[in-house]
């Protein structure tokens, strides 16, 4: 199972269960975000690392500037976290 995969399920099954949603959604006022993100995902057999987590989007960003006329013209600051993609999700 991919990441985006892992990511899919685990949204998937967070809409659908309130207690696994709030257990998500409690992880972001903790100390380890992201580890404590990763432990309740391994709970419901989505494996999630987060060194993946991490470089899922810095990939993307890197491979759109590649792709762009042989690269862009100008440098990303910064790529989008997906973690924070995932709770946003999660609260709207």
Do not use: H
């Not at 892992?6 to 967070?14: F, I, Q, S, T």
């Not at 309740?40 to 990939?59: F, Q």
């Not at 890197?62 to 600051?77: R, V, Y």
């Amino acid at each position: 199972m991919t990441i985006n995969d892992a990511l899919d399920k685990l949204l998937n099954l967070a809409l659908n269960n309130v207690e696994l949603k709030e257990k998500l959604l409690a992880t972001y006022d903790t100390k380890e975000p992201m580890e404590n993100f990763c432990k309740i995902s391994a709970e419901y057999d989505c494996e999630i690392k987060i060194g993946d987590l991490l470089a899922l989007n810095e990939t993307l960003w890197n491979n759109l500037l590649k792709s762009t006329n042989g690269g862009a013209t100008f440098p990303i600051e910064e790529w989008a976290d997906a973690y924070e993609q995932f709770i946003s999700s999660l609260r709207f």
